[in-house]
Protein backbone atom coordinates (compact mmCIF):
# COMPACT_ATOMS: atom_id res chain seq x y z
CA UNK A 1 0.00 0.00 0.00
CA UNK A 2 0.81 3.10 -0.96
CA UNK A 3 0.04 6.77 -0.08
CA UNK A 4 0.73 9.69 -1.85
CA UNK A 5 0.00 13.54 -0.35
CA UNK A 6 0.83 16.36 -2.21
CA UNK A 7 1.47 19.95 -1.46
CA UNK A 8 1.82 23.51 -2.87
CA UNK A 9 -0.63 24.38 -4.53
CA UNK A 10 -1.99 27.76 -4.19
CA UNK A 11 -3.43 30.98 -5.84
CA UNK A 12 -1.06 32.56 -8.60
CA UNK A 13 -1.35 35.08 -11.35
CA UNK A 14 -1.73 34.43 -14.79
CA UNK A 15 2.19 34.29 -15.78
CA UNK A 16 3.82 32.71 -12.55
CA UNK A 17 4.86 29.79 -11.07
CA UNK A 18 3.91 27.08 -8.61
CA UNK A 19 6.23 23.83 -7.47
CA UNK A 20 3.96 21.15 -6.74
CA UNK A 21 4.98 18.16 -4.05
CA UNK A 22 3.96 14.60 -4.08
CA UNK A 23 5.82 12.43 -1.05
CA UNK A 24 5.34 8.53 -1.18
CA UNK A 25 5.21 6.45 1.85
CA UNK A 26 6.49 3.11 2.05
CA UNK A 27 10.22 1.64 1.18
CA UNK A 28 10.00 0.96 -2.69
CA UNK A 29 9.08 4.39 -3.94
CA UNK A 30 12.15 3.79 -6.80
CA UNK A 31 9.69 1.09 -8.22
CA UNK A 32 6.73 3.32 -9.14
CA UNK A 33 6.12 4.95 -11.94
CA UNK A 34 4.72 8.42 -11.23
CA UNK A 35 2.18 10.70 -12.79
CA UNK A 36 0.50 13.99 -12.32
CA UNK A 37 -3.30 14.73 -13.41
CA UNK A 38 -5.72 17.54 -13.01
CA UNK A 39 -9.36 17.62 -13.55
CA UNK A 40 -10.80 21.11 -13.92
CA UNK A 41 -14.46 21.63 -12.30
CA UNK A 42 -17.10 20.16 -15.20
CA UNK A 43 -14.59 18.03 -16.89
CA UNK A 44 -12.85 15.01 -16.60
CA UNK A 45 -9.36 14.03 -15.22
CA UNK A 46 -6.51 14.58 -17.71
CA UNK A 47 -2.95 13.64 -18.06
CA UNK A 48 -0.30 16.30 -17.02
CA UNK A 49 3.22 14.94 -16.68
CA UNK A 50 4.68 11.47 -15.84
CA UNK A 51 7.85 10.13 -14.86
CA UNK A 52 9.93 6.58 -15.23
CA UNK A 53 10.88 5.04 -11.97
CA UNK A 54 14.70 6.02 -12.68
CA UNK A 55 13.19 9.55 -13.77
CA UNK A 56 15.57 8.83 -16.85
CA UNK A 57 12.31 9.41 -18.94
CA UNK A 58 9.30 12.28 -18.56
CA UNK A 59 6.69 12.78 -20.74
CA UNK A 60 3.97 15.67 -20.83
CA UNK A 61 0.90 16.67 -22.17
CA UNK A 62 0.48 18.87 -25.56
CA UNK A 63 -0.86 21.86 -23.39
CA UNK A 64 1.98 22.13 -21.17
CA UNK A 65 4.92 20.69 -22.64
CA UNK A 66 7.58 23.51 -22.48
CA UNK A 67 6.07 25.15 -19.21
CA UNK A 68 5.94 22.23 -16.79
CA UNK A 69 8.89 19.68 -15.57
CA UNK A 70 8.15 16.61 -13.73
CA UNK A 71 11.09 15.35 -11.68
CA UNK A 72 11.74 13.02 -8.82
CA UNK A 73 13.90 12.51 -5.99
CA UNK A 74 13.75 8.58 -5.12
CA UNK A 75 16.03 9.39 -1.85
CA UNK A 76 13.35 11.84 -0.48
CA UNK A 77 10.26 9.36 -2.06
CA UNK A 78 8.66 12.82 -3.52
CA UNK A 79 7.75 13.55 -7.21
CA UNK A 80 7.31 17.30 -8.23
CA UNK A 81 5.73 19.22 -10.92
CA UNK A 82 6.98 22.85 -11.68
CA UNK A 83 4.85 24.81 -13.26
CA UNK A 84 5.79 28.12 -15.08
CA UNK A 85 4.31 30.64 -17.17
CA UNK A 86 0.83 29.67 -15.28
CA UNK A 87 -2.54 30.04 -17.42
CA UNK A 88 -5.83 30.43 -15.91
CA UNK A 89 -6.61 27.27 -18.28
CA UNK A 90 -4.17 25.76 -15.90
CA UNK A 91 -6.57 26.17 -13.01
CA UNK A 92 -7.77 22.60 -11.56
CA UNK A 93 -7.04 20.23 -8.80
CA UNK A 94 -3.89 18.31 -9.34
CA UNK A 95 -3.50 14.26 -8.81
CA UNK A 96 -0.24 12.80 -7.80
CA UNK A 97 -0.80 9.05 -8.97
CA UNK A 98 1.97 5.85 -8.26
CA UNK A 99 2.23 2.73 -11.02
CA UNK A 100 3.65 -0.19 -9.44
CA UNK A 101 6.26 -1.09 -12.25
CA UNK A 102 8.35 -2.97 -10.24
CA UNK A 103 8.35 -5.94 -13.28
CA UNK A 104 8.79 -3.11 -15.89
CA UNK A 105 11.58 -1.79 -17.78
CA UNK A 106 13.61 1.40 -16.17
CA UNK A 107 12.21 3.72 -18.83
CA UNK A 108 8.72 2.97 -18.61
CA UNK A 109 6.22 5.29 -18.23
CA UNK A 110 2.22 5.93 -18.92
CA UNK A 111 0.14 8.50 -19.39
CA UNK A 112 -3.42 6.78 -19.05
CA UNK A 113 -5.18 7.09 -15.70
CA UNK A 114 -6.65 3.74 -15.43
CA UNK A 115 -2.70 1.95 -15.05
CA UNK A 116 -2.44 3.74 -12.09
CA UNK A 117 -3.15 2.09 -8.88
CA UNK A 118 -2.61 4.82 -6.29
CA UNK A 119 -3.73 8.41 -5.64
CA UNK A 120 -3.50 11.26 -3.54
CA UNK A 121 -5.93 13.62 -2.35
CA UNK A 122 -5.26 16.33 -4.69
CA UNK A 123 -4.36 19.96 -4.45
CA UNK A 124 -6.05 22.98 -5.59
CA UNK A 125 -4.05 25.36 -8.08
CA UNK A 126 -5.90 28.49 -8.92
CA UNK A 127 -3.94 31.21 -11.71
CA UNK A 128 -5.87 34.33 -12.19
CA UNK A 129 -5.86 36.87 -14.82
Known amino acids: QVQLVESGGGLVQAGGSLRLSCRASGRTFSFYVMGWFRQAPGKEREFVAA????????SYADSVKGRFTISRDNAKNTVYLQMTSLKPEDTAVYYC??????????????????????WGQGTQVTVST
Open 51 to 58: ISKSGSDT
Open 97 to 118: AAKNAAFSGSNYYTSSSKQYDY
